[in-house]
């Protein structure tokens, strides 16, 4: 027997039993896994696993799957798993503590399938949005109107996992999706509708789980603001502040979503895609494509989580401002921050400056970008510029011969470090006039430079080529307009 089990454990098998006995919860799900990249307490972690069902229809086509059914109340964090190639997103609903006992079915039949009977000829183009609403609202249960949004992971695209955390108070929950498919089937319908309780029991922190990198400040009158200049890629934690909430004219409140603006996406087209009423100009629906993910339509490509929509729980002496935050892994490139109200650029037509939608950028090393020279020197020069699609140069200066000698970089370089030395292949254009340059393609290999930054304003630089060979002690002598001094 002893030596079968030994077999056991060489062969790996029991290690495999273990790893499934503390993954597999009774519920079915995954058990929450420690995630330390963000610095997170996670005493208190429920993971969402979103998913195609092994065995689904179409009336079962996506699911949620909770680590736990039932949690701890305080400070939680959740992290979204989405398995599927559509964007998901978990909104959480507060049911009446006299509906605590509601099944998963009982509140889809209250409330998501009434939606979905009221929604389809709205879709179809048989009534207008008024119309729509004249069937929704009497064909709810009265305790709906007491549901108290509470937050919830932001959209989150296929293959993406978002993390966000929240305080939960104790009570009855549903998370869902109502994301769409091409027809107008919103993913509640399809089953992405799961029922969580959060116990009186609290596993002891009041406090929130990690300090903010990033404030962001969300209100009804002041709109989306946050301080963005300046950061790096890496792990940041971003707090949501919600200063008010109201409903829209979609019948929500509004949150906030973080989008990477890569692919060709502009913010024009997050814009339009953000409300699910799709509105026309008669009142009704338009083109069938807002918060649309499904195959072959997926929407704007790269959400990466955010905070769904916070009201106070008042009975429990909750009251604004909340706080809600996400944690992302950045890396450079543009993004824009979103909340899912009718058109976010510009919400509210009385306040037109008022913006729901806030783009910005992470450029790694942005403060060296600028002009550069070496006092011996005078006279020549670089130029540095830090882009959020890597790190480029330029030379200005003058041959052996005594000619103008303008060199460009001809690689980018996505990580610098201060004190380690990188080297750039260097191009020279040469027989072009004014008005008919040299094509990138047409330049010829020069040599090489190295370039070692000591700070934000001193660096070396050890140049080899065509024309010889020099070594520059530089300064930085100017910076950009916009680019924090230092991030270092």
Known sequence: MLNHLNRVIHSGILILILYLAHSISPSGGVMAQPDPAFGLDQANVLEVVTRHPPHGDDHAHYEFVLSAQEISSGWTTIKLRNQSSSTHFGYMVRVPDDQSDLSREEYMDAVSLPFQDAWDPYFSGDIDVAG??????????????????????????????SRMSVYLEPGTYFIECYMMDTEGVFHTTQGMVEKLVVTDSHHGNEEPPVQPDVDVTISSAG??????????????????????????????????????????????????????????????YADRGA?????????????????????????????????????????PG???????????????VDNPETSMLHEFSVTPWASVSGAWM?????????????????FVATFFGY??????????????????ELGEPVTFDLLHGADGSFGSPVSPES?????????????????????????GTESHNLQRIVGLIGVPECTF
Not at 296 to 317: M, N
Not at 335 to 343: C, D, F, G, R, S
Not at 399 to 416: H, I, P, R, Y
């Open 374 to 390: 070496d006092p011996k020197t005078d006279g020549q020069g670089w130029s540095f510029y830090a882009t959020s699609h890597g």
């Open 399 to 416: 041959s052996a011969e005594g000619d103008n000698l303008w060199l460009a970089t001809e690689n980018m370089v996505k990580d610098l």
């Open 132 to 161: 729509f609403f004249d069937l929704l609202l009497p064909a709810l249960p009265e305790w709906s109107a007491l549901n108290v949004a509470s937050s919830g992971p932001g959209f989150t695209s296929g293959h993406t996992t």
């Open 223 to 284: 709109g989306i603001g946050a301080d963005t200049a300046g950061l790096q890629p890496g792990p940041t934690t971003f707090e949501v502040i919600f200063e008010d909430n109201i409903l829209y004219g979609h019948g929500l409140g509004h949150d906030v979503h973080l989008v990477r603006l890569d692919d060709g996406t502009t913010v024009d087209d997050v814009n339009d895609w953000m409300n699910y009423l799709d509105i026309g100009a008669d009142g009704f």
């Open 291 to 331: 918060l649309v993910s499904a195959s072959g339509q997926r929407g704007p490509q790269q959400f990466l989580g955010g905070v769904q929509s916070l009201f106070p729980v008042e009975e429990l002496g909750q009251e604004f401002p909340l706080s809600a935050y996400f944690h992302v892994d950045l890396t």
């Open 443 to 467: 330049m010829d290999f020069w040599g090489q430079a190295t370039i070692t930054f000591e700070s934000c304003d001193q660096a070396t630089a050890e140049i080899s080529g065509v024309d």
């Open 334 to 348: 543009r993004y824009a921050l979103v909340a899912e109200v009718p058109n976010p650029m510009q919400p509210d």
